[in-house]
């Protein structure tokens, strides 16, 4: 692939940041947008805009084409059986939350028990506990292993004739971790237990089957894959949506309303209150035709190349350099942490050089408890990310350790 070509599709890269070329490393809080999809944005507003759904003029209609369109591209993305199913939210956490309250709020009950794990991103902890201020819900949690993979053999263990639900990740976004999310649906469903996939790290890697891996609900977010902020995906078993109740009220998802009775409208409508951010949505297809134009095979390999080289040069280079996460099937995260130093004091001297990482806890505070630390630094790569940006990493890292140590 030609990384170049690729590149001078995204000019952010072309910043520069204290004098330093910019090296973006912070993938996995969001990844940058190429023309194709700022293009489409500057064309929503200048050329199409008009509310959707409502309309019989001319831009109305063409801009609910637009975001239509997008719907069955992204049906097509991750082979859902019907666009009935694919469910415009503002992301992930919108799309978990969704569940919670509406499957959660309909079907749980007191006494009921439902499984996360530990490496859950807050936005799959917090809404369950919300939904256990209403219902008296057990919350049981897989643990993971020396190499941050889930202990397969305690998730089995959990179950009980009181568990209702699962909701765990498909990649960690601290350790990359690919989950065996297959083998976790298979063993809720020999349960009778339904399961929801956080799906957000996962759908700018990896191949998205929701048949394949027999998903109830599956949740990502565009701007980590190339899109715009402020539009994600709610896949959901038709069997399971039409029995749902709507989570918010408004216009676009009532049939009929009147002081007496309201009736709501068909999917996937009963479940997008208001007017949809039908501008991102749209900008979301060009995103997805970006993925796909590569091959989201070729996306995955070039970024191992990169994790491998890059995991293998901070070991050997670095005193003191420890990584959390090491499991053989991950994805192109690296968190890390090099002595006593700080990962705050170190993201902050890396960015003075150029280099965008994240630190903290990366939203995953019972991980890092669970990893007996409070952050990490983490560099997380991208299609467009290149071996020199590594070596460019490598090169920062060892002076920022050298001034701290
Ligand atoms: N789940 C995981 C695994 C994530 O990494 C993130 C964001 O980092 C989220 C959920 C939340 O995504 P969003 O903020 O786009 O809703």
Not at 133 to 152: F, H, Q, S, T, Y
Not at 290 to 314: P, S, V
Not at 324 to 341: H, M, Q, R
Request: aromatic fraction near 8%; hydrophobic fraction near 40%; glycine fraction near 8%.
């Amino acid at each position: 692939m030609d990384i170049d070509k690729i590149r001078a599709e995204f000019p952010i890269l072309r910043r520069t940041i204290y004098n330093h070329p910019l090296v973006y490393l912070d993938n996995t809080a969001t990844s940058q947008a190429p023309d194709s999809v700022v293009n489409s944005i500057v064309s929503g507003y200048t050329q199409t805009k008009a509310n959707v759904h409502r309309g019989v003029h001319t831009l109305s209609m063409e801009a609910t084409e637009l975001q239509e369109g997008a719907r069955r591209r992204v049906r097509e993305f991750v082979n859902a059986s019907s666009i009935e199913e694919i469910i415009f939210t503002r992301g992930t956490t919108e799309a978990i939350n969704l569940v919670a309250a509406s499957y959660g709020g309909e079907f749980l009950k007191d006494g009921d028990e439902i499984i996360l794990s530990v490496m859950e991103h807050h936005s799959n902890i917090v809404p369950w506990q919300l939904l256990q201020r209403r219902k008296n819900l057990k919350i049981r949690v897989i643990p993971v292993n020396a190499i941050g993979e889930l202990d397969m053999e305690v998730y089995k263990s959990l179950f009980n004739e009181r568990t209702r639900f699962v909701s765990v990740c498909h990649a960690s976004n601290v350790l990359g971790t690919i989950n065996p999310v297959k083998e976790i649906i298979a063993i809720a469903h020999s349960h009778g237990v339904p399961v929801l996939i956080d799906g957000a790290q996962a759908a700018p890697h990896l191949k998205i089957d929701v048949q394949d891996i027999d998903a109830d609900f599956y949740a990502f977010s565009a701007h980590k894959m190339y899109g715009p902020s402020g539009v994600g995906v709610l896949y959901g078993k038709k069997k399971w949506l039409e029995m749902m109740p709507p989570y918010q009220g408004g216009g676009e998802m009532i049939e009929s309303v009147s002081f007496e009775k309201t009736t709501f409208a068909e999917l996937p409508f009963k479940f997008e209150a208001g007017t949809p951010d039908f501008i991102s949505i749209a900008a979301m297809h060009k995103a997805i035709d970006f993925i796909d134009n590569l091959g989201i095979d070729n996306i995955a390999a070039h970024e191992r190349k990169l994790l491998d080289y890059t995991t293998a040069r901070m070991l050997e280079e670095i005193p003191g350099m420890r990584i959390f996460g090491t499991a053989p099937d991950k994805c192109a995260i690296i968190s890390f942490l090099v002595g006593n130093e700080h990962h705050y004091d170190m993201g902050m001297l890396l960015d003075k050089l150029g280099i965008a990482v994240r630190t903290g806890h990366h939203c995953a505070q019972p991980l890092m408890t669970a990893l007996g630390i409070d952050g990490t630094v983490r560099a997380s790569f991208a299609i467009y990310n290149t071996i020199e940006e590594c070596d460019m990493f490598l090169a920062a890292l060892r002076r920022v350790a050298a001034m701290l140590g």
